[in-house]
């Protein structure tokens, strides 16, 4: 049994072809930026939708724990009293309250992986596991991973690259393709953001590319935080220095999870930061290409 807070069918954007994203709960790292807010705890977590709330205070009747407050009329939630135990979630009819995270067996979430063969089969697709950190539920990941192979299913795993020597190689003896996230130059950075430096990352690479095991770079850009040009030098060595890497993707900031946050009752510092525009998420991409490839570049438009 995992904890499992979301699977998002036809996925495109997680790996080759259409794909079934896997989402897991728990996170090794605590990063500011973070999309997916709701992944960082490895239990199940009350959500609260304040706009949504119409004050019937059926929640506030149902709660053992006093967790919800109407005092002023103003519905607050107590988090630190909360178990997860959807009592208020079933009385709101306004569906201003959810639970993030829900026990799944690996039959059931394999239920939902076969059921969408067919895409993987003509897309070229298959099955991603991301979260959180997916490693965090090392043994459930295993069990979903081991089911997928034995029914000839593809598989990404999505980490942030921070195992342990013993994950590594389980891994690589079983994941089809890695998406590795590479997040701050340099590691002192990369730890004030995250919560752990850089370190393990590249040995994770290091270690993927003895292995042969293919890997896809993902690195989240966030402007004024991350973006500088020791960050993007340091991506271009990264990318040339190990040649498993298929290719490096740009993960622009938006800023569509700062409504998270809010509905967990965590405080968030980016919370004036907008979503980067298209433009600059390009002049991002042309940053990573080095010198030799803009001259080639140049070279070809000019014959």
């Given at each position: 049994m995992g904890i499992v807070f979301d699977i998002q069918k036809f996925s495109v954007h997680d790996g080759p072809g259409i794909r079934t994203s896997v989402f897991l709960k728990g996170c090794n790292l605590s990063c500011i930026w973070c999309h997916n807010p709701e992944s960082i705890k490895s239990k199940p977590?009350?959500?609260f939708e304040s706009s949504l709330c119409i004050g019937c205070r059926?929640?506030?009747?149902?709660?053992?724990?006093q967790a919800h407050d109407f005092t002023d009329g103003a519905h607050r939630i107590d988090f630190t009293r909360c178990t997860a135990c959807g009592s208020c979630v079933k009385g709101c009819l306004a569906e201003a309250l959810k639970i993030y995270g829900k026990e799944m067996s690996v039959s059931r979430v394999m239920d939902e992986i076969i059921s969408d063969r067919i895409y993987y089969?003509?897309?070229?697709?298959?099955?991603?596991?991301?979260?959180?950190?997916?490693?965090?539920?090392?043994?459930?990941?295993?069990?979903?991973?081991?089911?997928?192979?034995?029914?000839?299913?593809?598989?990404?795993v999505e980490t942030n690259g921070i195992l342990s020597d013993e994950k590594r190689r389980r891994l690589a003896e079983t994941v089809d393709l890695f998406l590795i996230d590479y997040k701050a130059t340099p590691s002192a950075l990369h730890k004030e953001l995250t919560g752990m430096g850089s370190e393990e990352v590249l040995k994770t690479l290091a270690f993927l590319e003895k292995m042969g095991r293919p890997v896809i770079l993902r690195c989240p850009m966030i402007q004024g935080v991350n973006?500088?040009?020791?960050?993007?030098?340091?991506i271009r060595r990264i990318r040339d220095t190990y040649t498993n890497i298929r290719q490096v993707e740009i993960m622009a900031y938006h800023s569509t999870g700062r409504k998270k946050?809010?509905?967990?009752?965590?405080?968030?510092?980016?919370?004036?930061?907008?979503?980067?525009?298209?433009?600059?998420?390009?002049?991002?991409?042309?940053?990573?290409?080095?010198?030799?490839?803009?001259?080639?570049?140049?070279?070809?438009?000019?014959?």
């Open positions: 977590q009350l959500a059926e929640c506030e009747a149902r709660c053992e724990n089969e003509r897309s070229g697709g298959g099955v991603t596991f991301t979260g959180g950190e997916p490693t965090m539920q090392f043994d459930f990941l295993m069990e979903l991973i081991g089911a997928c192979r034995g029914e000839g299913i593809h598989v990404c973006d500088s040009e020791n960050h993007f030098a340091e946050w809010e509905t967990l009752g965590i405080p968030y510092r980016l919370e004036q930061l907008e979503s980067v525009a298209p433009e600059q998420k390009k002049r991002w991409e042309e940053m990573l290409r080095d010198q030799k490839e803009k001259q080639d570049s140049l070279e070809e438009q000019t014959q």
